[in-house]
């Protein structure tokens, strides 16, 4: 790994100043895979330190490419894993006295422990971390009980995929992504000529989607500047949406032009991080069209950082009123997401439930004056 791999993002620096260690978490938060990181931002070998609803974990890539994310207070004395940690093979190593800990938490290696020793309490809380479309996506609840959404495109040689930014808000997932269902906002901020619709096609347990489509007698061409209007948005949990422009009002779900994934992660209490990236379908093979699937690919790549942007510029700073005051065009599609995202919502769950720990192993906590092997 160079020191430029091992250099933390400004994404990563910018999150981690005056971070303060112990905050406790205030806020039920759906259970959903989350986005944690670009995959391209986490090289074999690496650790880093990240928080994610108000809890500190080390993330780290074994040698092997495989992820791991781990409670970053280790359990033997409280050395943060995520910043003096290495990596040595597949496992994340303490910097403090060198335990050795694998991506699922459990320790592998005590330094003049024999193995058959290593109490059952020495492991790390592990969270279930995947990888998939060119993202680290971890899980947030009682235990992974869902798939994430079909997203193969990005991992299809027939599509160009590109990651986006890494936005940090000053608000909370809820004001910050209900946005996606919010129809009434195009015309004024995304600068569009006509107007939109909403058609909710599945909004049930887990599952919610919809078409977006011009408002009958629109004049506009483009409801989203640079943009043609039809799209067809899946949520897969309600801090993830999967965007799929389309043609028309016939759904394309397996092979549209352009397709964006897009994410957000509590990371505090009113510190949210929103991640985008898109999987542009590509004209030919690489031979000879690789010169126009990059352009194509760039091309909207900005489109798509242009109506980022401008929705950031309002979306950081959302603070939502006691009671929303609802208007006719608001309609019901706001309504509708919010009810999705509260009924995905544990009330009262938090992360960090104790391994079970066997009381007929062996324990080191007794004993007074150094190990027993
Ligand atoms: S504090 Fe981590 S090995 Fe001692
Ligand atoms: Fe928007």
């Keep these: 790994m160079t020191a430029r791999q091992r250099r933390l993002k400004a994404h ?15 806020t039920d938060y759906p259970v959903g895979w989350y986005f944690a990181r670009f995959s391209e931002d986490l090289a074999p070998g690496q650790v880093v330190p990240v928080e994610f609803m108000s809890h500190q974990f080390a993330l780290f890539r074994g040698q092997n490419g495989t992820v791991g994310m781990v409670d970053s207070q280790c359990c033997h004395m409280g050395a943060d894993l ?3 940690g290495t990596v040595a093979g597949d496992r994340l190593v303490c910097g403090y006295h060198a335990w050795e800990f694998n991506a699922a938490g459990r320790c592998t290696a005590i330094p003049k422990v024999q193995p058959a020793r290593i109490p059952p309490r020495a492991r790390q809380r592990a969270v279930p971390v995947l990888e998939r479309a060119g993202n680290i996506w971890f899980w947030y609840g009682p235990e992974p009980t869902r798939e994430l959404l079909d997203i193969s495109c990005f991992d299809s040689p027939r599509y160009t995929n590109i990651k986006g930014q890494i936005h940090i808000g000053r608000s909370n997932p809820l004001p910050m992504f209900e946005h996606v269902a919010d129809s009434y906002h195009f015309p004024h901020n995304h600068r569009a000529a006509g107007s939109l619709e909403y058609l909710v096609t599945a909004n049930d347990g887990h599952r919610f989607e919809f078409q977006l ?9 483009n409801v989203q500047r640079f943009f043609k209007p039809h799209a067809f948005i899946e ?19 397996t092979s549209p032009l352009l397709t964006v994934l897009i994410g957000v992660t509590p990371v505090r209490e009113n510190v949210t991080v929103l991640a985008w990236r898109i999987a542009v379908r590509r004209i030919g093979p ?17 489109v798509i950082a242009w109506n980022v942007h401008v ?10 009123p006691a009671k929303t005051l609802w208007v006719k065009p608001d309609g019901s599609s706001v309504r509708e997401y919010r009810n999705f995202y ?6 009262g769950w938090r992360p960090g439930v104790q391994p079970v720990v066997d009381e007929s192993e062996p324990q080191l906590e007794p004993q007074s004056g150094g190990s027993r092997d």
Aim: proline share 9%; glycine share 8%.
């Design 235 to 253: 949520m897969a949990g309600p801090c993830i949406a999967v965007y799929r422009a389309q043609k028309d009002g016939t759904i394309n779900r």
């Design 311 to 320: 929705d950031l510029e309002v979306l950081k700073w959302m603070r939502p």
């Design 12 to 26: 990563d620096r910018q999150l981690l100043r005056d971070q303060p260690m112990a905050e406790e978490q205030l």
């Design 342 to 347: 509260h009924r995905n919502i544990i009330a």
């Design 213 to 221: 489509q011009p408002t009958p007698g629109s004049k506009g061409v």
């Design 286 to 302: 690489n031979i000879p069209f690789g010169p126009l699937n990059w352009l194509l690919a760039r091309a909207l790549w900005f």
């Design 82 to 84: 995520g910043r003096c």
